[in-house]
């Protein structure tokens, strides 16, 4: 930063300068927090006033709502009264026809819940207080009138079995004691006799449908028949033989009298009784149903009132907010923009000098630095970073040059470290290829030498057979024998090297092809571990290994091949020096769903903490002078993080051996190792880690 370059806050604008004119050079002497501020300040002062209208409003409104909201529980209430009393009305009618206890108790439970409506109810209520009084009259007179019309019913009850039942069965006991007293069949009596009982009998049927229906032409029957009755006596009278007959018929006069009597008194009180219905029931539930019905009119009539009152003073709120909102919104646009003009026209000028520094062109100095608000401050800062873009520009152009020349060295050091993993591959390639075919060799030459043998003696065999001499039994089985004995030797030895032959050459493929495909990690090991037996002949090294059958891969299984081989040559020179005896052992585990822990341990002769160290760094070895390359656990290290996209980890201790962890998972993913993932549910395990005493 060069502090010469900045120009003066206090120094006069150029006449070229055209941010700062008229009301928005005015503005821009505020600083920006308070141009802000100043617009929160008018929303907020929006927010005030609109809410004071509209609280003042809404009390207006609620009065209003109330209002409303009462007069719909009052008409629920003058609903309900309606609904109960036309229930009481017909239960009353259905009683009054066909009286039972269950339609009383009925009666006197609706009774009881419509005089609990108009105490309880009614007579709390703000609206009907005042004109509940004419309709507790009404309904006292509906009430009142059934206690009149009950009493009624029980005398019309009585009449109805005292004197029309009772005279009907003495008049039935007289109609048979004088057939009784007739002797004869063609007695004279006997014509009137049946019809008198034919008229006594239509005279029930009438007076019971009277009784029960009020039916005016049953009852003109009933009277009809009684005075045929009547007439029929003074006939029967004539006719009668004996004194038990004219006893009989001059009580039965009387009690045809008496049955005359008692249906004009029944058709008397029948004829009050619907009286009473018509005047004090249905007139009195009428009252009560017009008294209803001018609450209602009033109730509709306070709601509409109500209604327009809140319809007209929610139209006087919503004009005057929409009022004082655009007045608000004009005064809020216009000092928006001004405020906008003042920020974003001075941050054109700066974004503009930004895109000239970065297009390169440093020549353009920055506009506004003279301004004394926040965007003035960044308009300096923008001009003190152009310089020092002059500065890094040409600090670049030196450090370009430098770092063309440190990229080439770099391409030509990676080349070669390529070059020399690449060698080391191929050299444990051909070790491979040179320890199976002195491993083949073996029980080929066994079986070249067995056949040949055998080619003797099967050309000895055929010349006994040709020979004029006979061929003895004993001969025969020695060839039979030393045939079976060659066959076998030759099935043996040459499925040993069909066997070798074709774990190197699934090994070989394997190690040659990058190819991923599924295999199963107890036959790859055992094909690996066929391959390297060799070794284990020039040295006396056991060699342990545990791989459940049952672990597949999804992966490579040549880099497997490649980590394994570098592994076990690793040992074979590093932990087991001039021939040592130990132990190698190989061991594999499922570790969680997703992941495969191999442990390749020997007890060799260690790793001091300084070898740990360096270990999977590539060129260090500690046996370079015996044409070591140091490569061998850097390839393992890398296709284990690389390729499989695992973790390797190393354990070992001077004098105790030493132990690579690999974890991988059962799909290798690769690319670089993923994240650690908990072991055991607490610790974790880096993706290189290095273990030492």
Known sequence: MNPTHLQPPDREPRPDRRGRTGLVGLVRAVPIRWRILSIAALN?????????????????????????????????????????????????????????????????????????????????????????????????????????????????????ENQVQAPARDIAALFAVIAGATGQRDALILPP???????????????????????????????????????TIPVMMDFADNDLQRMALDKLKLRTAALRDGLQELTDQLAK????????????????????????????????KAQETFDRTLTGISRKVLSIAMIFLGIIITAGIIIALSIRLPLQQILAAMHAITSGNYDRRVAGTEAKDEIGAMARAVEVFRENAIDKRKAEDDLRASKEKAESALLELKTAQQNLIDAERLAALGSLVAGVAHEVNNPIGISL???????????????????????????????????????????????????LIQSFKQVAVDRSHAERRQFNLHEATD????????????????????????????????????????LFLNAANHAFPDNRAGTISITARPRGTDDV?????????????????????????????????????????????????????????????????????????????????????????????????
Do not use: C
């Open 449 to 499: 030498t067995v056949a040949s043998s055998f080619a003797r003696r099967a050309t000895s065999f055929e010349a006994d057979l040709k020979a004029d001499a006979p061929l003895r039994r004993s001969q025969l089985d020695e060839f039979v024998r030393s045939t079976r004995d060659a066959a076998q030797q030759l099935v043996s030895n040459l499925q040993r090297a069909a066997e």
């Open 193 to 231: 006799l049946g019809r008198a009982r034919e008229a006594f009998t239509a005279m029930l049927v009438a007076a019971n449908s009277y009784y029960l229906s009020l039916s005016q032409q049953a009852a003109e029957d009933a009277q009809q028949n009684t005075e045929t009755i009547e007439r």
């Open 273 to 304: 009784r619907s009286d009473l219905l018509r005047n004090s029931i249905d007139a009195s539930q009428a009252a009560t149903i017009a008294a209803i019905d001018a609450l209602s009119v009033k109730m509709r009539q306070r709601e509409q």
């Open 597 to 693: 822990e191999i442990i390749f341990a020997d007890d060799g002769a260690g790793m001091t903490s300084d070898v740990q160290r360096q270990a999977f760094d590539p060129f260090f070895t500690t046996r370079r002078n015996e044409g070591g390359t140091g490569l061998g656990l850097h390839i393992v290290y890398n296709l284990v993080t690389q390729q499989l996209g695992g973790r390797m980890m190393l354990e070992s201790r001077l004098g105790q051996g030493t132990t690579f962890r690999i974890i991988m998972p059962k799909t290798a993913t690769g690319g670089t190792a993923p994240a650690a993932p908990p072991i055991d549910g607490n610790l974790q395990w880096p993706t290189r880690t290095i273990s030492s005493s």
């Open 44 to 160: 907020s002062l929006v927010v005030l006033v609109l809410v004071s209208l509209i609280w003042s409003g809404t009390r207006v409104l609620r009065t209003a709502w109330d209002d409303v909201r009462q007069v719909r529980e009052s008409d629920q209430i003058l609903a309900l009264l309606e609904s109960e009393t036309g229930r009481l009305q017909n239960l009353i009618h259905r009683y009054i026809n066909q009286p039972s206890p269950e339609l009383f108790a009925e009666i006197l439970l609706l009774r009881e819940a419509v005089l609990g409506t108009l105490t309880n109810r009614a007579s709390t209520d703000p609206m009907l207080s005042g004109s509940v009084e004419e309709l507790e009259r009404a309904t006292e007179r509906f009430l009142g009138g059934f206690g009149d019309l009950r009493a009624l019913q029980t005398t019309i009850k009585a009449t109805y």
């Open 527 to 566: 094909q690996i571990v066929a391959s390297l037996k060799p070794v284990l002949k020039r040295a006396p090294i056991r060699l342990d290994i545990d791989v459940p059958e049952s672990l597949v891969i999804d992966g490579y299984p040549g880099a497997y091949g490649q980590i394994l081989t570098n």
